[in-house]
């Protein structure tokens, strides 16, 4: 497994638990009705900050960490983190695959304003189009390494 693999994988994983734990966090603000007072976007933008300095944080240490186990378990302390064209190129495919799928959640959440829908429905539409999109980037990528596409 290449270094950028690696990553691609500690990315995936990542995501994964951020869209869990902060799903589940907004989900449940918005059971107790906690978006539906006068200052629900604050509420709801607050908690979605957090995101932000959380994913960063986590993907920093889950991917020392992981690069840390693995040369352990490969026995090669010094593992090759060289990119070449071809990482270079399922990059790419990768970002425009994020980019369709977070377009396409920016789109939906425009089609959900222009039909009565609140402004946290909009703002939670463009979230989850632009987690579903560096989710699926990161699945795209991983599969073109695997050369499932």
Same mark, same amino acid.
Request: charged fraction near 15%.
């Given at each position: 497994?290449?270094?950028?693999?690696?990553?691609?994988?500690?990315?995936?994983?990542?995501?994964?638990?951020?869209?869990?734990?902060?799903?589940?966090?907004?989900?449940?603000?918005?059971?107790?009705?906690?978006?539906?007072?006068?200052?629900?976007?604050?509420?709801?933008?607050k908690?979605?900050?957090?995101?932000?300095p959380?994913?960063?944080?986590?993907?920093?240490?889950?991917?020392? +960490?992981?690069? $840390? &186990?693995y040369?352990? @378990?490969?026995?090669?302390?010094?593992?090759? !983190?060289?990119s070449?064209? /071809?990482?270079?190129q399922?990059?790419?495919?990768?970002?425009?695959?994020?980019?369709?799928?977070?377009?396409?959640?920016?789109?939906?959440?425009?089609?959900?304003?222009?039909?009565?829908?609140t402004?946290?429905?909009? +703002?939670?539409? $463009? &979230?989850?189009?632009? @987690?579903?999109?560096?989710?699926?980037g990161? !699945?795209?990528?991983?599969? /073109?390494?695997?050369?499932?596409l």
């Amino acid at each position: 497994m290449t270094h950028t693999e690696r990553n691609t994988l500690i990315a995936i994983l990542i995501n994964l638990g951020i869209i869990f734990v902060f799903g589940s966090r907004l989900w449940a603000l918005h059971e107790t009705g906690a978006f539906d007072a006068a200052d629900g976007l604050t509420v709801w933008a607050k908690t979605v900050l957090w995101m932000i300095p959380v994913s960063i944080g986590a993907t920093i240490v889950g991917t020392i +960490l992981f690069e $840390i &186990l693995y040369s352990i @378990a490969t026995n090669n302390p010094k593992p090759e !983190l060289i990119s070449d064209e /071809r990482d270079h190129q399922i990059s790419i495919y990768g970002m425009r695959v994020t980019m369709v799928v977070a377009s396409a959640g920016f789109i939906a959440a425009l089609v959900g304003l222009a039909f009565g829908w609140t402004a946290v429905a909009a +703002l939670s539409l $463009i &979230l989850a189009g632009f @987690a579903l999109g560096d989710l699926t980037g990161n !699945l795209a990528r991983m599969a /073109r390494y695997r050369a499932w596409l």
